[in-house]
T-cell receptor
Framework: DADVTQTPRNRITKTGKRIMLECSQT?????MYWYRQDPGLGLQLIYY???????NKGEISDGYSVSRQAQAKFSLSLESAIPNQTALYFC?????????????FGPGTRLTVL | AQKVTQAQTEISVVEKEDVTLDCVYE???????LFWYKQPPSGELVFLIR??????QNEISGRYSWNFQKSTSSFNFTITASQVVDSAVYFC?????????????FGSGTQLTVLP
């Protein structure tokens, strides 16, 4: 089984709809991240969390919110989706006790907002 | 501020050719980590390598090798005897220890196409 899973893998929604993307991990990592990838661009950080009680905004948090329900779960919500939020979304995890900083990514969720 | 530049947007080679993907970075920190990730057509991001800023030794793993040069702020990736399965987007990324975010800054990626 994959260490980092994301659901759904693909989603098509309409402008104005609320949508939630979910991420679960079995790696036992404390740190979790949400990124978005737009065509031809690298990844941009949306939100990150160092533990259940710690949530931080990334460089492009406007229009998004997150919830860290447990160490293993980190959800990303779009309260009112808009077409320019069409992108590939990645969840990542990293160990909070290691200095290696390696982030391990989930398979991605492809979101289309019509 | 961190910055990672991958000037090569797309590269196309014929199978068995060697190919080098360039990565240039900027950081004000003396301690940092550099990474390469592979994104095959299926879309997932696969971790390839992490390099500490204090370790300038080149690394070789099978057909892959990495050349880290602090003097030129570069961390280039070479694939020897390329194969069609190497076709993917490759991302270089940087994480420094300034602040507590331990964030990754990604380059814009290089699309590598290996033709049969």
């Amino acid at each position: 089984d994959a260490d980092v899973t994301q659901t759904p893998r693909n989603r098509i929604t309409k402008t104005g709809k609320r949508i939630m993307l979910e991420c679960s991990q079995t790696k036992g990592h404390d740190r979790m991240y949400w990124y978005r990838q737009d065509p031809g661009l690298g990844l941009q950080l949306i939100y990150y969390s160092f533990d259940v009680k710690d949530i931080n905004k990334g460089e492009i948090s406007d229009g998004y919110s997150v919830s860290r329900q447990a160490q293993a779960k980190f959800s990303l919500s779009l309260e009112s989706a808009i077409p320019n939020q069409t992108a590939l979304y990645f969840c990542a995890t990293a160990s909070g006790t290691s200095s290696t900083d390696t982030q391990y990514f989930g398979p991605g969720t492809r979101l289309t907002v019509l | 501020a961190q910055k990672v530049t991958q000037a090569q947007t797309e590269i196309s080679v014929v199978e068995k050719e060697d190919v080098t993907l360039d990565c240039v970075y900027e950081t004000r920190d003396t301690t940092y980590y550099l990474f390469w990730y592979k994104q095959p057509p299926s879309g997932e991001l696969v971790f390839l390598i992490r390099r500490n800023s204090f370790d300038e030794q080149n690394e070789i793993s099978g057909r892959y090798s990495w050349n880290f040069q602090k003097s030129t702020s570069s961390f280039n990736f070479t694939i020897t005897a390329s194969q069609v399965v190497d076709s993917a987007v490759y991302f270089c990324a940087l994480s420094d220890l300034g602040g507590s975010a331990r964030q990754l800054t990604f380059g814009s990626g290089t699309q590598l196409t290996v033709l049969p």
